[in-house]
């Protein structure tokens, strides 16, 4: 088993550009979890799904910031336009139950 | 919703010595409460958990205690070594929703 996979794993980009982040899940897991870490903030939780369905987007920071999940293995996360305060290492889980599994995480910097 | 306090921020002990941190969360609705373990620019790792219906949980050098009543729980490392150094998070899950976080602690074993 693969584990999680995140992708890109580094991303520079300018302030005001559209960014993507992907994430698959590991197959079978049911639940996906899309957090965002900063060492001013901690680990936050952004948006959960549950069977590809959003549960909790109570996260979600601003509107700027939209989560997919297409299907069961493909989700992604957009921020757009980007602002240098969204500079973080974002991480995806998955989960089958209780147990989550994270990704290597995506470390995002928007100069 | 939710509310986890973790204690605490940072841990200095000598290798050998014990590590304990502890955790106290507010929604009695929990009843999953997982440990993971962050090493520097990895991913958070799931190295230990607990249920509500069990009190204590040991694996190797770790252990986790929870009380319910009192709404708290605490992670157990003896026998620490140097590549036990990371930041550790507590967590706590009402049924098979989103996991809240602590702020974490980090801990430093000193050779």
């Known amino acids: 088993d693969a584990g999680v996979i995140q992708s890109p794993r580094h991303e520079v980009t300018e302030m005001g550009q559209e960014v993507t982040l992907r994430c698959k899940p590991i197959s079978g897991h049911n639940s996906l979890f899309w957090y965002r870490q900063t060492m001013m903030r901690g680990l936050e939780l952004l948006i959960y799904?549950?069977?590809?369905?959003?549960?909790?987007d109570s996260g979600m920071p601003e509107d700027r910031f939209s989560a997919k999940m297409p299907n069961a293995s493909f989700s992604t996360l957009k921020i757009q336009p980007s602002e240098p305060r969204d500079s973080a290492v974002y991480f995806c889980a998955s989960s089958l139950g209780n147990e989550q599994y994270f990704g290597p995480g995506t470390r995002l910097t928007v100069t | 919703g939710e509310n986890v306090e973790q204690h605490p921020s940072t841990l200095s002990v000598q290798e050998g010595d014990s590590a304990v941190i502890k955790c106290t969360y507010s929604?009695?609705?929990?009843?999953?409460f997982p440990w993971y373990k962050q090493e520097l620019g990895k991913r958070p790792q799931l190295i230990i958990d607990?249920?509500?219906?069990?009190g204590e949980k040991k694996d190797q050098r770790i252990a986790v205690t929870l009380n319910k009543t009192a709404k708290h729980f605490s992670l157990h490392i003896t026998e620490t070594q140097p590549e036990d150094s990371a930041v550790y998070f507590c967590a706590a899950t009402p049924n098979a929703g989103k996991s809240t976080f602590g702020d974490g602690t980090t801990l430093t074993v000193k050779p």
């Open positions: 799904f549950n069977n590809n369905v959003p549960i909790d």
């Open positions: 607990i249920r509500s219906n069990v």
């Open positions: 929604d009695s609705a929990s009843n999953y």
